[in-house]
């Protein structure tokens, strides 16, 4: 598990970098809403990013604390209705619905007394949220 972890860490690392470049290129030959929005959506992405790590921990620490599963989600679903607020942009919206559904599931499968439940869906839609999350 600790590989895994490492790869996400350095997989989440790599997109907020990429994502950072980005809008500071943008910055230079667009206006300053696109900016602006640019900027909120690679913040809110790099957020759910980090409730997802904080998932995938609380999945492996589930039988210490079960409640952090739940936790999690939540910051997840929070995180996720604050970039479906702040953006227009249709890959987006698909992005955080499909993120949402995945999310969805988990919590589903944790009440129905999965523990461990398979988070690929998760981190593949967080993913494709961080890819599209440029402006």
Do not use: F, Y
């Amino acid at each position: 598990m600790a590989v895994s972890r490492h790869r996400s860490h350095r997989r989440t690392a790599t997109a907020a970098a990429t994502l950072a470049a980005v809008v500071l290129t943008v910055g230079l030959t667009t206006g300053c809403d696109a900016v602006d929005k640019a900027l909120d959506c690679v913040r809110t992405a790099d957020a759910i990013a980090d409730s997802v790590t904080e998932l995938q921990q609380a999945v492996e620490s589930a039988s210490d604390d079960p409640t952090q599963l739940e936790e999690s989600l939540d910051s997840i679903d929070k995180n996720l209705g604050e970039i479906g607020d702040k953006t227009d942009n249709t890959d987006v919206n698909d992005a955080v619905d499909a993120l949402g559904k995945a999310v969805d599931n988990v919590r589903t499968s944790v009440q129905d007394g999965d523990n461990t439940p398979d988070l690929s869906p998760v981190t593949d839609a967080a993913g494709e949220l961080t890819k599209v999350c440029t402006p």
